[in-house]
């Protein structure tokens, strides 16, 4: 049996939960496109975005560690992978759109300039001047403008569903600005899904690789909420915590937030009725998200983090590097453009870019290891330009 984009759509309409986004109804794109026979708009967003060279460019981008640190810590890729598959988890549970969700989970970090945060914190002040920097908008860039993949527009042209996945993606990290998309309204349930997905994925995901790389200790959680009860759900005895112990420490944590995620938001969407993705975008608040006890457990665990792994002199360490390379290859294209390569100056005089913003582009673009060679190649003399 063959099945066509119809029949994915009529079973979205029979599967799906009423305020569950359905590809038949999206708004569609910005360049009219015929829609593909055997697949849904929304699987053709999620297909275009795995072939670009910005998602795949993520495997060489730094979530906490720089990749030169190892190779068994995560990337931004494997964070979008993991993210993704989260987000498909929780939509399949509540009745979403399971492919939006994983078009916009694995889109959502493509605009991530190189050395994480630290890279975005130095793109922004220096970008201050000029427009302003954020990874979101940078997505978005990417997407709509910066892939050159098809003669009749620039970009993905991806659904406006997707688009607006992308901007109104927020985590404690991260705050969406929105104006061009309808901000007087929430995400949609695909969206807000893919924003707890990615909370839960980089929490419990740092703190693995924080454990393995022996950053944080197995003591140091010791009274920890989310620690004690992964302790006692995996009946740990004391001393005896291994790299099995660690790995089965996180399945738990992720399946634990999974479910709650799940009944807390079944309540909250049985206590609101919304009939209509419209009418769950007009709520006064999101949906989505965990428990009162588990966004505490949530929180401590974040502190944790951060009083501990992120500001730990390793992480704090490259992160200053990082700012310090990506400050001074700005300041050294902006003073002499020729050292931009003659494909970006081309783009900037057919585009009418601004100077300041051909170079954010650029930087933004790049890995952790190609950043580092340019500065390299810009300021060590014996190394070949």
């Given at each position: 049996m063959?099945s ?18 359905k590809?038949?109804?999206?708004r569609g ?6 829609e ?6 929304f ?28 190779d ?16 498909r ?6 009745g979403?759109?399971?492919?939006l969700?994983?078009?916009i ?10 050395f994480?945060?630290?890279?975005e ?11 302003g920097?954020?990874?979101?908008r940078?997505?978005?860039?990417i997407v ?14 991806l659904?406006?569903?997707?688009r607006?996945g992308i ?6 990290y991260?705050?969406s600005?929105c ?6 309204k929430?995400g949609s349930?695909?969206?807000q899904?893919?924003?707890i ?20 200790t ?23 915590f ?12 992720i399946g634990?937030?999974v ?9 909250r ?14 709520l006064?608040?999101?949906v ?5 006890d588990?966004a ?14 992120y ?8 992160h ?13 294209y ?21 100077l300041?913003?051909v ?5 933004a ?8 060679q ?6 060590d003399p014996?190394t070949?330009?």
């Amino acid at each position: 049996m063959i099945s066509t984009r119809e029949d994915f759509e009529k079973r979205e309409l029979e599967m799906l939960a009423p305020y569950g986004m359905k590809s038949g109804d999206s708004r569609g794109r910005e360049y009219p496109e015929d829609e593909p026979n055997h697949r849904t708009a929304f699987q053709r967003d999620r297909d275009r975005i795995l072939h670009t060279t910005a998602f795949r460019r993520l495997e060489y981008k730094t979530q906490v560690f720089v990749n030169h640190e190892g190779d068994y810590f995560r990337t931004r890729l494997t964070h979008s992978l993991e993210v993704a598959q989260i987000g498909r988890t929780i939509a399949r549970i509540l009745g979403a759109n399971e492919d939006l969700i994983e078009a916009i989970c694995l889109v959502h970090d493509i605009g991530h300039p190189p050395f994480g945060h630290s890279g975005e914190e130095a793109l922004a002040q220096l970008m201050e001047a000029h427009g302003g920097f954020d990874h979101n908008r940078q997505t978005l860039r990417i997407v709509t403008r910066l892939e050159q993949r098809y003669a009749e527009f620039s970009g993905l042209n991806l659904t406006y569903e997707v688009r607006e996945g992308i901007i109104k993606h927020e985590t404690e990290y991260d705050v969406s600005s929105c104006e061009d998309y309808e901000p007087d309204k929430r995400g949609s349930l695909e969206a807000q899904i893919a924003n707890i997905a990615d909370e839960l994925a980089y929490t419990i995901h740092d703190l693995d690789d924080g454990l393995y790389a022996g950053l944080l200790t197995p003591g140091q959680l010791d009274g920890i909420g989310l620690w004690e009860l992964g302790k006692e759900e995996a009946g740990f005895e004391p001393g005896a915590f291994d790299e099995l112990a660690r790995h089965y420490l996180t399945r738990i944590l992720i399946g634990f937030f999974v479910r709650d995620v799940c009944y807390a938001t079944s309540q909250r969407l049985e206590k609101a009725r919304p009939r209509s993705v419209e009418a769950l975008q007009r709520l006064p608040s999101d949906v989505v998200g965990p428990s009162q006890d588990a966004a505490i457990m949530l929180r401590e665990m974040k502190d944790f983090l951060y009083q501990n792994m992120y500001t730990h002199h390793r992480v704090v360490r490259m992160h200053k590097k990082a700012e310090r390379f990506i400050t001074q290859l700005f300041s050294a294209y902006l003073d002499d453009p020729h050292q931009l390569p003659a494909s970006t100056l081309t783009y900037q005089k057919v585009n009418g870019e601004t100077l300041a913003r051909v170079i954010c582009d650029y930087i933004a673009g790049m890995t952790d290891r190609y950043a580092l060679q340019e500065y390299q190649k810009l300021f060590d003399p014996f190394t070949r330009p």
